[in-house]
């Protein structure tokens, strides 16, 4: 499967992440990826409370498979280099979202919820 670099590197560009975001967020890489597991519950918990998206987990797969792949999601985006091996890893993550027909709007709502997990951990 073809990973379209250039447009990738526009729009991290665009949304204005960079090396300096990354090296801001290093301190809680560790705990956010420690997290993983608990993120992944929250995740599916949330995600299984929507009647549009309790359908779909529950025609895809087993809830382990799903938390253990949104676990590893999660610590990837902390542990994973900030170049084309991250770049290429959510890209796939997009091209599997469109296979199951996932609305753009749900996968937004998930980026959110990492957000506020991230933001909540780093709070305390």
């Known amino acids: 499967m ?3 670099y250039e447009k990738l590197h526009f729009f991290r ?3 204005g992440v960079g090396r300096e975001d990354w090296d801001n967020l290093k301190p809680y890489h560790r705990l ?3 997290r993983r597991h608990d993120f992944a519950e ?3 918990d949330f995600f299984f409370a929507i009647p ?3 359908l779909i987990l529950r ?3 087993s809830g382990d498979h799903l938390r253990a792949a949104w676990a590893d999601w999660f ?3 902390f542990t994973l280099p900030l170049d084309e091996s991250l770049l290429s890893y959510i890209w796939r993550i997009g091209i599997r979202h469109v296979e199951v ?3 753009q709007r749900f996968s937004n709502l998930g980026f959110s919820l990492a957000r506020q997990y991230c933001y909540r951990m780093m709070s305390a």
């Open 101 to 103: 027909y996932l609305d």
């Open 42 to 44: 929250y995740f599916y």
């Open 2 to 4: 073809s990973v379209p």
């Open 52 to 54: 549009e998206t309790r």
């Open 75 to 77: 610590r990837s985006l």
């Open 32 to 34: 956010f990826s420690e």
């Open 13 to 15: 560009e665009k949304i």
């Open 59 to 61: 025609q895809q797969t």
